[in-house]
């Protein structure tokens, strides 16, 4: 257990919805990243934040996709119009300090599945 | 774009050594870093390297040699539990750029 918690661990939900996946990061960590995972691939870099501030987007981010850390602290990802292609784990992760090369902490990650 | 190339699969037996090579694309690159990923389990941070040079953490180490793009992992004294994804992670600017990972599988 690393200190990164994510909810749900697991969504199940059918072509169209809206899901949304929540992240508690280390208390004190500033930053906080977005990460996408299927199998047999490494992670897939999806949005970060430092504070409340978004400061990169993946260009593989599609507007169905958005991000907030409205309070510096816990993050969401929302997925409108979910499609089969989305169904993927999606990872959680922070880091302390000003440099981006900070050991990254990541949570257990949330699976979902896309009917 | 940035993208990084690693083998897919590497087999060795308790109490080996092995090393698994990460080379990558050097536009905007800062460091590489390594993790570990069991199977259903979340990526686990083993080293990071932004000088050329060999950093060496207990079993583990890693090597970075700028001039030719490339690094690598070495894991000495194989143990069962080594059993895992390794990918090699490049820091890009704001963000990591990971590796497809390769499958380490140690054999009694």
């Known amino acids: 257990d690393t200190g990164v918690s994510q909810d749900p661990r697991h969504k199940i939900t059918k072509r169209g919805q809206n899901v949304t996946f929540r992240c508690d990061p280390i208390?004190?960590?500033?930053?906080l990243y977005w990460y996408r995972q299927t199998l047999g691939q490494g992670p897939e870099f999806l949005t970060y934040?430092?504070?409340?501030?978004?400061?990169?987007k993946s260009r593989l981010l599609s507007d169905r996709f958005s991000a907030e850390r409205p309070k510096g602290s816990f993050s969401t990802l929302e997925i409108q119009r979910t499609e089969q292609g989305d169904s993927a784990m999606y990872l959680c992760?922070?880091?302390?300090?000003?440099?981006?090369?900070?050991?990254?902490?990541f949570g257990p990650g949330t699976r979902l599945l896309v009917l | 774009g940035q993208s990084l190339e690693q083998p897919s699969e590497v087999t060795a037996v308790e109490g080996a050594i092995v090393q698994i090579n990460c080379t990558y694309q050097?536009?905007?690159?800062?460091?590489l870093s390594w993790y570990q990923q069991h199977d259903g389990g979340a990526p686990t941070f083993l080293s990071y390297?932004?000088?050329?040079g060999l950093e060496e953490t207990g079993r583990f180490s890693s090597f970075l040699s700028r001039s030719d793009s490339y690094g690598y992992l070495l894991l000495q004294e194989l143990q069962m539990k080594d059993s895992a994804s390794y990918f090699c992670a490049g820091c890009y600017g704001q963000n990591f750029v990971f590796g497809p990972g390769t499958r380490l599988s140690v054999l009694p």
């Open positions: 390297n932004a000088l050329d």
């Open positions: 934040f430092q504070n409340e501030a978004q400061l990169e």
């Open positions: 050097t536009s905007g690159f800062y460091g």
């Open positions: 208390s004190e960590h500033n930053r």
């Open positions: 992760a922070s880091s302390l300090g000003a440099a981006v090369q900070e050991t990254q902490y």
